[in-house]
C-alpha cells in the first residue's frame, strides 16, 4: 500500500509519515511545508505544488491524506473547500482514495488562540464541522483526529509547548486516527 500525505508541519512534527507507516506497513511520502495550505499544493508554479502535481498525475497512490493549514477550515473557508474539490477530483483520477486528515483545536488558554480570538470549544466545533462538511462532499474519507483530542482535552496533553503542534503522544493519537480510518477503508474493499 502506497499513501502520499499533503500538508505542513501537523504531519511532519514527531514524524507522523513514519508513525503511520508503522501502524499500517503502507510506504508514507509526505509533501509538507510548515504553513502550508491545501491550495500550495495545486499550484504547479511552487516547488511544493509541482512535486505534489507531479505526484498525482505520474505515481501511483492507494491513498492521499490532505491537511489543511491549522485554522484555514475556519479562517479561509472559500479556499479550504475549494482545495479539496479539486484535489479530491485529482487523487481519485489518480486512482487513489481520498483521506481528510481533520485537525484540532488550538490548546486551551495558549497564546494562538488568543489570538484568534474564539474559544477552544468554538474552535473545535467549526474546525469538526468544515471537515466533516468537506468530506461528505466530496465522498472523501474522514480521520476525525480533532474531535479525539477534544474527547481527551480534560484527561491527556496532547499539545507540543506552543499549544498549537502535536506533542510526541499527539503525533501518535493522530497516527492511531488516520491508520484506523484507512484500515476500516482496507476492510470495506
Not at 466545533?125 to 465522498?139: G, I
Not at 483526529?145 to 474527547?151: A, L, S, T
Amino acid at each position: 500500500m502506497r499513501i502520499l500525505m499533503l500538508g505542513n508541519s501537523f504531519i511532519f512534527t514527531n514524524d507522523l509519515p513514519d508513525a503511520l507507516s508503522c501502524l499500517t506497513g503502507a510506504e508514507v511520502m509526505a509533501h509538507t511545508r510548515g504553513g502550508a495550505r491545501l491550495a500550495e499544493q495545486l499550484n504547479p508554479k511552487t516547488k511544493m505544488g509541482a512535486r505534489t502535481q507531479a505526484a498525482l498525475e505520474k505515481e501511483s497512490w492507494d491513498y492521499v491524506v490532505l491537511q489543511e493549514m491549522s485554522n484555514g477550515p475556519i479562517t479561509a473557508p472559500d479556499s479550504f473547500f475549494r482545495s479539496v474539490r479539486l484535489l479530491c477530483e485529482q487523487i481519485r483520477q489518480n486512482g487513489a482514495i481520498p483521506v481528510l486528515y481533520a485537525t484540532w483545536a488550538y490548546q486551551k488558554g495558549s497564546d494562538s488562540l488568543t489570538a484568534l480570538g474564539i474559544s477552544y470549544e468554538e474552535m473545535a466545533r467549526r474546525m469538526s464541522q468544515a471537515y466533516r462538511k468537506a468530506a461528505q462532499e466530496n465522498h472523501a474519507l474522514l480521520a476525525p483526529v480533532g474531535d479525539r483530542f477534544y474527547e481527551l482535552s480534560e484527561s491527556r496533553n496532547l499539545y507540543a509547548a506552543d499549544g498549537v503542534h502535536p506533542n510526541e503522544e499527539g503525533t501518535q493519537v493522530a497516527a492511531e486516527i488516520l491508520a484506523g480510518t484507512i484500515q476500516r477503508a482496507e476492510e470495506g474493499k
